[in-house]
């Protein structure tokens, strides 16, 4: 299995009005096209809602759920 590095550290950029480029979208297609990578993303996912989980839980109630709806 080779290293797939899902989530990059993040950084104090925000990507919310990133314009993609043809190359950028053509390898994200490939990405998704790889069952290691998806398989790897699925197993990330589980790991950081586990870790969320066994740490106190999720914090639902204190999280801001207007900020996150987009219409």
Not at 9 to 37: G, Q
């Amino acid at each position: 299995m080779t290293s797939v590095n899902l989530f990059p550290p993040k950084k104090n950029t925000s990507t919310h009005n990133t314009v993609l480029t043809d190359e950028e979208i053509h390898a994200m297609e490939l990405k998704l096209e790889d069952p290691e990578y998806i398989n790897a993303a699925i197993y990330r996912l589980a790991s950081i809602i586990t870790e969320r989980v066994l740490n106190g839980g999720l914090d639902y109630e204190n999280m801001d759920c207007k900020k996150r709806i987009r219409i």
